[in-house]
């Protein structure tokens, strides 16, 4: 099994919802990187979160690390067609330089 | 500033052949790792290294060796290629605190093909 598991795999929603993404650990979370991928492109950096309880947010993006550092969410406010992608959360569950992603969130926004 | 650069960009082998991906950073990053990408599976870490001379295995090691002789370069390689090799790879690189030290930087990715 995944030591962290995304939810949902897939999403599509209308243009204007809101949405969230979900990423879970099995055990406490020392840091967590969310990863934007268009498809068939390189990453893009949205954000990292280093404290439970942080809350970060970037332009309509907002993630969030719970008090026990063990899921981090991704909300996503009023999408839209530029959203659409692969997200993807990274961490390093042992604490050892071993940074691991999860299996990726494909999200699919209809305009 | 060059970030962090991956050759070749497209590769096509044979079965069995071999071939090394060479990845290059110029930011001074202790942290280094090479990822493989297939579809529905996410990001899998293959190996990382910590610094020059120091490695160790991820999730789906097998068939891959790395070796760390510089804090710039962190080359993959594929012994005998196997169809199962066939995806994207990505190599990324990090200053190293403890735990995640900021932002990990990713090459463009090199998609392979073994046939």
């Known amino acids: 099994s995944q030591e962290l598991e995304q939810s949902p795999q897939s999403l599509i929603v209308q243009e204007g919802k809101n949405l969230t993404i979900n990423c879970t650990s099995s055990?406490?979370?020392?840091?967590l990187y969310w990863y934007k991928q268009k498809y068939g492109e390189g990453l893009i950096f949205l954000m990292m979160?280093?404290?439970?309880?942080e809350e970060k947010s970037h332009e309509k993006i907002t993630a969030k690390l719970d008090e026990k550092k063990q899921q981090s969410s991704l909300h996503i406010t009023a999408s839209q067609p530029s959203h659409a992608g692969i997200y993807l959360c990274?961490?390093?569950?042992?604490?050892?330089?071993?940074?691991?992603f999860g299996q990726g969130t494909t999200l699919q926004v209809k305009p | 500033n060059a970030g962090v650069t991956q050759t070749p960009k497209f590769q096509v082998l044979k079965t069995g052949q071999s071939m090394t991906l060479q990845c290059a950073q110029d930011?001074?990053?202790?942290?280094m790792s090479w990822y493989r990408q297939d579809p529905g599976m996410g990001l899998r870490l293959i190996h990382y290294?910590?610094?020059?001379?120091?490695?160790d295995q991820g999730e789906v090691p097998n068939g891959y060796n790395v070796s760390r002789s510089t804090t710039e370069d962190f080359p993959l390689r594929l012994l005998s290629a196997a169809p199962s090799q066939t995806s994207v790879y990505f190599c990324?690189?990090?200053?190293?605190?403890?735990?995640?030290?900021?932002?990990?930087?990713f090459g463009e990715g090199s998609r392979l093909t073994v046939l």
């Open positions: 055990k406490t979370l020392y840091g």
């Open positions: 990274g961490a390093d569950p042992s604490n050892t330089g071993k940074l691991i």
């Open positions: 290294s910590v610094g020059a001379g120091i490695t």
């Open positions: 990324a690189s990090s200053f190293l605190t403890s735990g995640p030290g900021g932002e990990l930087f």
């Open positions: 979160l280093q404290k439970g309880g």
């Open positions: 930011m001074n990053h202790e942290y």
